[in-house]
């Protein structure tokens, strides 16, 4: 292949592609705004579905790597009331094809594949433009340029690289997280622990609800979300911690306190996470030399599908531009022509994926405990 492909963004589905591309010996060089692979938090837990993130995993070649970083019974699920009663429990018997991953292991992962030198730290894009004929430059926050003949946006919900090829941007979807952390949760935090149980937990109501899961070294990572604009958050002092865990809780008043006690005892101050969504249809016309994958192209309110996605539309890109090496426009039309009805169909799944029951048993679940709570109140 002739061309040298730069990819803006290493998360997931950046350094999938890069990979893929390697495995094909096509050389790429991704540029990352971040400082180094450890400057932040690269969040929690991920389920790695079969039918996506799994498949891509195979085409990088990484299945034997990504085994030895799954986290054994964390498929476990199950759902509460907000009085804590168990509505449904379902063990890890292993055959769930979701296996969980720490995402920060997972993208090391990624990166300790790849030869030296293909990440370009501190590289944060500030501007990217056309210079017509397929080429663009992409201009650093630190004054720097590369001019490329195949740019590749995996750049996230903010993406520089998306406004080349589409007008839309994320807007809020009506609700936010708030997320906390407690440690050594069964010794410190025995009863949340217990409610949480071995894998994860949801509380649902239409407008609060809570998630948690277990994750490594006793760890119970945990999301209060709350459907309500965002004028409504902004009014909240997240810069101080008690006062915005206060109010926070304040919105869970009268749950049991196993579960409320996700918030009220995090070992973190809490943080709050917007969430924000681009049209569940998103798509663009071909436009020379660039193309979108992961957030960048399709980003969606939390479903558990969004990194298994990502991952995927790199593998896929890479598989793409390996098949045209003397014609990339042919790879990118074919990639995006696979992408646009994937990421639509993933857009509208509540969670779990298309042949998945359990999202769907959970609220029947839940409705059905609450039509009974009402009947007792009414007899």
């Not at 450890?38 to 995993?57: K, T």
């Not at 500030?126 to 926050?141: N, T, Y």
């Not at 490329?148 to 996230?156: E, F, I, K, R, Y």
């Amino acid at each position: 292949m002739a061309v040298d492909v730069t990819i803006i963004g290493a998360g997931l589905g950046g350094l999938m592609l890069a990979r893929v591309l390697h495995v094909h010996g096509i050389p790429a060089t991704v540029y990352e705004a971040e400082s180094s692979p450890a400057a932040r938090s690269q969040g929690g837990m991920l389920d790695i579905h079969d039918y996506n993130g799994q498949l891509a995993l195979k085409t990088a070649g990484l299945m034997d790597e990504f085994g030895g970083l799954v986290l054994e019974g964390r498929q476990a699920m199950r759902l509460l009331a907000p009085d804590g009663t168990v509505l449904f429990d379902k063990a890890d018997d292993g055959t769930g094809g979701r296996p969980e991953v720490q995402r920060g292991e997972l993208r090391q992962m990624l990166l300790d594949s790849l030869p030296p030198g293909t990440v370009r730290w501190g590289h944060k894009a500030r501007l990217v433009r056309s210079l017509g004929e397929g080429r663009h430059e992409v201009e650093f926050a630190d004054g720097g340029t590369v001019v490329t003949s195949l740019l590749v946006g995996a750049d996230g919900a903010w993406s520089r690289v998306r406004p080349l090829l589409s007008a839309a941007t994320p807007e809020y979807t009506g609700k936010s997280v708030v997320e906390t952390y407690l440690f050594h949760a069964d010794t410190r935090h025995p009863a949340s622990a217990r409610a949480v149980g071995g894998g994860s937990m949801i509380v649902h109501t239409p407008d609060r609800d809570l998630f948690a899961h277990r994750e490594k070294d006793d760890t119970l990572h945990a999301y209060a979300g709350l459907t309500e604009p965002e004028e409504w958050f902004a009014a909240i002092d997240f810069t101080d911690a008690a006062a915005a865990t206060t109010r926070i809780a304040r919105e869970f008043d009268g749950w049991a306190p196993e579960l409320t006690a996700l918030i009220t005892d995090s070992d973190t101050a809490p943080v709050l996470r917007r969430l924000y969504a681009l049209p569940a249809e998103h798509r663009w016309d071909r436009v020379p030399g660039v193309t979108l994958i992961g957030d960048a192209a399709h980003l969606s309110a939390p479903n558990g599908e969004g990194a298994n996605l990502a991952m995927l539309d790199g593998a896929e890109l890479g598989e793409a531009l390996a098949a045209h090496p003397d014609d990339p426009e042919a790879a990118l039309h074919a990639y995006e022509q696979a992408m646009f009805p994937r990421s639509a169909e993933a857009a509208t799944m509540e969670g779990g994926g298309a042949d998945d029951p359990v999202p769907h048993d959970l609220i029947a679940a839940y409705s059905q405990h609450e039509e009974s709570r009402q009947d007792a109140r009414r007899s």
